[in-house]
């Protein structure tokens, strides 16, 4: 793995983040060995436009809120909302409507890439207690 410690902390909260306003298709890729510029993308997809603005804004909360704040140093795409870039540095999040998820298939561009495993927290939570009760 490529990523620095402190790519795959941003890239961690950025997925959970969507998760937690029912993005879906998150990948969180690794593309450090190919880009010079960043160490991962954060791909997450909504199937309305207003759910894409909503997962944007709760990814820049959600890493505004972490002990070493991460504020983008660019933010394209908001005023269509249909596909919304965030650049940290570390990290670049893509959150797309469905349809450019599809149609750009940026995970299918990046294939070569290797993926940096997410699971949502509270599908974890879900499993465990479900692997408990039996």
Not at 84 to 99: A, G, S
Not at 117 to 129: I, K, S
């Amino acid at each position: 793995m490529t990523v620095s410690e402190r790519a795959h902390e941003l890239a961690m909260a950025a997925a959970q983040a969507a998760a937690d306003k029912k993005a879906q298709d998150i990948v969180v890729i690794d593309v450090g060995d190919q880009l010079a510029i960043t160490d991962a993308f954060v791909l997450a997809a909504a199937p309305n436009e207003r759910q894409v603005l909503a997962i944007v804004d709760a990814i820049e909360e959600r890493l505004l809120e972490l002990p070493e704040k991460a504020k983008p140093v660019r933010r394209e795409g908001e005023r269509g909302g249909r596909w919304v870039l965030l650049d940290y540095v570390d990290i670049v999040v893509h959150v797309q409507h469905t349809e450019e998820r599809e149609f750009y298939a940026l995970d299918r561009l990046w294939k070569d890439c290797p993926q940096i495993p997410f699971v949502d927290r509270d599908l974890a939570d879900t499993t465990a207690g479900s692997a408990a009760a039996e």
